[in-house]
C-alpha cells in the first residue's frame, strides 16, 4: 500500500482532494458566521419563522379601494377568496391594505374571520397599513391590528373584544345562552334596559342553526359561524353582521340527496321562477348552466319568501305519515330562511342585506343581483333600533309576535 501512497498520480489525486475538503470547510465556516451573526439577539421562535419565511415566500395580496360587501362586492369576494386560498394551502400571507379609500364596519367581521383562521392554522401573517389616516384610524378602532399579534390556537369557540363597541363572536355549536346575552346586552343598548325582542332572538338561533347544520356537507357542526355586534353611538343603533365560510344556501341545496328534503330543489321552484320571470327562452332554459345560474337570485328570493317550503309542503302533504316540520325534522326548529325575511317585515330587525354564492340581496329594499365572483359561504347584516319591536322582560301572557 505504501508504493501506491507514493505514486505521483495519487499525490495528484490526494491534492485535489485536500483543496476541495478545505474549500468546503471554508464555506461552511463562513456560512456558520453569517447565520449567527443574523441570529444574534433573537430567540428560537423568531428564528424558525425565519427560515420558514425562507422556504415559503410572501403571498402579496392587495387589497380593493372599496373594502364593502355592499358597496364592491365583486372586489370584495375575490378578495377574501385569495385570502382564503393562502390559508387553505397554508401560504405566507401580505395583506395590502395602502391603497385601500373606503371601508365598511360591516364587513370587517368577514376580515376578522378570515385572519384569524391563519392565525389558528400557524400561517405567517403581514399586513401593510392604509395610507389614508382616516382609514388607518378606522382599522385601529376596530382592534384589528391589536388583535393581530394575539396568538390563536384552531378552537370551537373565540370571543374577541375589538374595542369597548365592537364585539366579535365564533362558535361551532349553536349557543343559545349566547343569543340571550346579545338579545340582552343590545336591547339594553338601544332602549337603555332589557328587553324581549323575539324577532333578533329567532334570526341568531335560525343562523347559527344553519351554519351547524348545512355549512358543511360531510359533517355536521365543523364550520364556525361568526358574528360581529357593533354599537353605533352616533345613530343609537346596534349593527349585526353574521359570516361563515361553508358551502352557501345555493350549494347547500343543490347538494342535496334523493329522499331528503328539498332535494331537486331547482325542479320545484321551476315553474314558479317561470311564471315570474315568463318563458322567453322557453321550458328549455333550465337545461343550460349559464341561463340556470342567472336564476339563482329569484331563487332566492322565493327561498325567503317561503315558496319552497309552501311548495314542498304541498307536495308532502300528499304523504300523510310525513310529519316533518323542518328539513333537521327537529320540532323546536323555526321554519328556515323565511324567518329572516318574516322578522323583517314585521320589524323586528331592520336593514336586512345577505350574500350567498353568486347572489347580493338588499331585503329590505326588495332587490336582488347575481354577482360574478362566488362567495362559498353566507353572509347577512342587520340593526336593532329604537323603532323595532320589542316586549318587557317579565311579559309572559299572550303571543310574543306581533
Known amino acids: 500500500m505504501k508504493l501506491i501512497y507514493t505514486q505521483p498520480n495519487y499525490k495528484i489525486f490526494n491534492s485535489i482532494r485536500a483543496l476541495k475538503s478545505h474549500r468546503q470547510k471554508a464555506r461552511h465556516k463562513k456560512w456558520k458566521k453569517n447565520k449567527n451573526r443574523k441570529a444574534n439577539g433573537k430567540t428560537r421562535e423568531q428564528i424558525r419563522l425565519e427560515n420558514k419565511l425562507n422556504r415559503n415566500p410572501f403571498t402579496k395580496i392587495a387589497a380593493p379601494i372599496d373594502i364593502s360587501l355592499k358597496r364592491s362586492t365583486d372586489d370584495f369576494i375575490k378578495f377574501i377568496n385569495k385570502i382564503r386560498y393562502t390559508y387553505q394551502y ?20 368577514v376580515i376578522v374571520a378570515a385572519l384569524v383562521q391563519h392565525i389558528a392554522g400557524k400561517v405567517i401573517l403581514k399586513i401593510t397599513r392604509p395610507k389614508n389616516k382616516d382609514i388607518n384610524n378606522i382599522l385601529i378602532e376596530t382592534g384589528l391590528y391589536k388583535k393581530l399579534d394575539d396568538k390563536y390556537i384552531e378552537a370551537n369557540y373565540y370571543r374577541i373584544r375589538l374595542n369597548k363597541n365592537t364585539e366579535t363572536l365564533s362558535h361551532r355549536k349553536v349557543d343559545f345562552s349566547i343569543a340571550e346575552r346579545i338579545v340582552v346586552e343590545a336591547s339594553k343598548y338601544v332602549w337603555g334596559e332589557p328587553k324581549r325582542c323575539p324577532g333578533l332572538y329567532k334570526v341568531l338561533i335560525e343562523l347559527m342553526h344553519n351554519t351547524h347544520n348545512h355549512a358543511n ?186
Not at 94 to 101: A, M, N, R, T
Not at 102 to 109: A, H, T, Y
Not at 354 to 376: H, P, Q
Open 90 to 109: 397554508k401560504k405566507s400571507t401580505h395583506i395590502d391594505f395602502s391603497s385601500v379609500e373606503f371601508i365598511d364596519k360591516d364587513s370587517v367581521v
Open 217 to 402: 356537507k360531510k359533517v355536521r357542526g365543523q364550520q364556525n359561524w361568526w358574528l360581529s355586534i357593533i354599537e353605533d353611538n352616533e345613530n343609537k343603533v346596534v349593527k349585526f353582521s353574521f359570516v361563515d365560510f361553508g358551502l352557501g344556501i345555493i350549494r347547500n341545496l343543490d347538494n342535496k340527496k334523493q329522499g331528503e328534503k328539498f332535494y331537486n330543489w331547482r325542479k320545484i321552484l321551476q315553474e314558479l321562477v317561470l311564471t315570474k320571470v315568463g318563458t322567453v327562452y322557453g321550458r328549455d332554459v333550465f337545461m343550460f348552466g349559464f341561463i340556470y345560474s342567472a336564476f339563482e337570485p329569484e331563487y332566492l328570493r322565493l327561498l325567503l319568501e317561503g315558496s319552497l317550503h309552501k311548495e314542498e309542503k304541498r307536495q308532502k302533504s300528499k304523504n300523510k305519515n310525513d310529519m316533518r316540520r323542518t328539513s333537521t325534522n327537529l320540532y323546536y326548529r323555526g321554519k328556515g330562511l323565511p324567518t329572516l325575511k318574516q322578522t323583517l317585515d314585521r320589524n323586528h330587525i331592520k336593514k336586512l342585506f345577505g350574500i350567498t354564492n353568486n347572489v347580493r340581496a338588499d331585503i329590505d329594499n326588495n332587490l336582488y343581483e347575481y354577482v360574478n365572483e362566488d362567495f362559498s359561504g353566507t353572509f347577512f347584516s342587520w340593526e336593532l333600533d329604537a323603532d323595532c319591536f320589542n316586549l318587557p322582560i317579565n311579559f309572559i301572557e299572550g303571543d310574543d309576535e306581533q
